[in-house]
């Protein structure tokens, strides 16, 4: 029954590999437009896909300079023509907002879709606001044609119910959703192991696609040194590196049965993140004698640092 309530039923866009994907995103001022944008593009890029952001955002002031510093964090590059030229498959543009629903909003929106002839176009909601998506939601559906919806600052999932159901009441198929202002704190909208997380059931399935992505077993030489015990300090500082690539630490727990994403505190999960990051930092200062070191003994000899 609870699948039911948020599923609207309708199969979403995808993308294709080896063309032009252009997606559209619109939605209202303070939603999280601007960071989803940066969230989308940082995930198809890990799957390796070529992408690129535009910002079409002429309304509001520092726009511009909040989408040029977040694409600078996910190392992604910043018109629609000049990107298909270079050949990238995913090209996003990320739409003016407004604080509420305005006839120049959607006017604009319509001159920025008839421009480019997007592929998808995803509207971005808060859901903070709850049953009053579905309004929302209707109303820009009904002016554009929205091809799927992204619910962003679900950080707790229960808080979040009721505006799964109100976006699931409009046939508009959610694909997305954030758990966070963090570039990771974003994950794809699957019914089953949302509402299975929800009773605290877990997301195993889940867990297990996203160490899949890691292709550990596609190493199968480190494998045969960790079943013999036999590892060098480079070896861990890869483990680390595909600990950090798996996401928050909160959201690995989470998939786990009886676990919740509020069982690590923000503060605990930062901490264990800089512990991490210090001990990488450390191996970072170590000769390549020290990191190929099968002993984990000091050398003898005094050995030159890499700058």
């Not at 889940?206 to 045969?224: R, T, W, Y």
Request: proline share 4%; charged share 25%.
């Amino acid at each position: 029954e609870l699948i039911k309530l948020v599923d609207s039923g309708v199969k979403a866009w995808q993308p294709t590999k080896g063309q032009a994907n252009i997606i559209m995103f619109v939605g209202l001022q303070g939603s999280g437009k601007t960071t989803t944008v940066t969230k989308l593009a940082h995930y198809y890029q890990r799957k390796n896909w070529k992408t690129c952001m535009i910002c079409a955002d002429t309304f509001r002031a520092g726009a511009y300079d909040q989408f040029k510093q977040n694409a600078t964090k996910a190392r992604i590059p910043e018109g629609v023509e000049k990107f298909k030229e270079d050949g990238f498959e995913i090209i996003i543009v990320d739409t003016s907002g407004r604080h509420k629903q305005e006839d120049s909003l959607f006017e604009e929106m319509l001159q920025v879709s008839n421009a480019i002839s997007p592929d998808n176009v995803i509207f971005v909601m808060d859901a903070t606001i709850g049953q009053a998506c579905e309004a929302q939601a209707l109303a820009f559906k009904q002016k554009v044609d929205v091809g799927a919806v992204i619910i962003t600052k679900l950080d707790s999932h229960a808080k979040g119910g009721g505006a799964l159901s109100a976006v699931a009441a409009t046939k508009s198929p959610i694909i997305f959703i954030g758990t966070g202002e963090h570039i990771d704190d974003f994950e794809p909208f699957k019914v089953q192991p949302f509402v299975q997380k929800l009773l605290g059931m877990g997301d195993l399935a889940g867990l297990i696609d996203k160490v899949s992505e890691l292709k550990l077993d596609d190493n199968e030489e480190l494998m045969k040194k960790f079943k013999q015990g036999d590892f060098t300090l480079r070896d861990m500082y890869e483990q680390f590196t595909n600990i950090m690539k798996l996401g928050p630490f909160s959201q690995i727990l989470s998939s786990i049965p009886g676990f919740s994403q509020d069982f690590m505190t923000k503060g605990t999960e930062q901490e264990s993140k800089n512990r991490l990051k210090r001990l990488m930092t450390i191996m970072d200062s170590m000769s390549d004698q020290e990191l190929d070191s099968h002993e984990g003994n000091a050398p003898v000899h005094p050995v030159s640092r890499p700058d």
